[in-house]
């Protein structure tokens, strides 16, 4: 599966955005699906997934409560919703996808540049 990731930019803390992972190739619904972001001089991390179907998320302590991961079948696109961004938010995202609930992501994206200024 090939993966495009859209949405980045540059917002004010407070500010909401929303980003897109546009898959193609092999059938969308058979991948877990997440979103991890790369800070300057970090490693990078986990911020959120979904399974399969769509109904079942995970987040890092450090999002919840203020991103929405969620996917659309009928486009092959998953989503995450950020709100009340944070400077500390600030990261290139990347989107990532796996076939097996146990299993590494195999599958990223190119990455998308979001910058929260305060």
């Known amino acids: 599966v090939q993966l495009q990731a859209s949405g980045g930019g540059l917002v004010q803390a407070g500010d909401s955005l929303r980003l897109s992972c546009a898959a193609s190739g092999r059938t969308f619904t058979n991948y877990i699906m997440a979103w991890f972001r790369q800070a300057p001089g970090k490693e990078r991390e986990f911020v959120a997934s979904?399974?399969?179907?769509?109904?079942?998320?995970n987040y890092a302590d450090s999002v919840k409560g203020r991103f929405t991961i969620s996917r659309d079948k009928a486009k092959n696109t998953v989503y995450l919703q950020m709100n009340s961004l944070k400077t500390e938010d600030t990261a290139v995202y990347y989107c990532?996808?796996?076939?097996?609930?146990?299993?590494?992501?195999?599958?990223w994206g190119q990455g998308t540049l979001v910058t929260v200024s305060s």
């Open positions: 979904v399974r399969r179907s769509g109904g079942s998320t």
């Open positions: 990532a996808a796996k076939l097996l609930t146990r299993a590494e992501y195999q599958h």
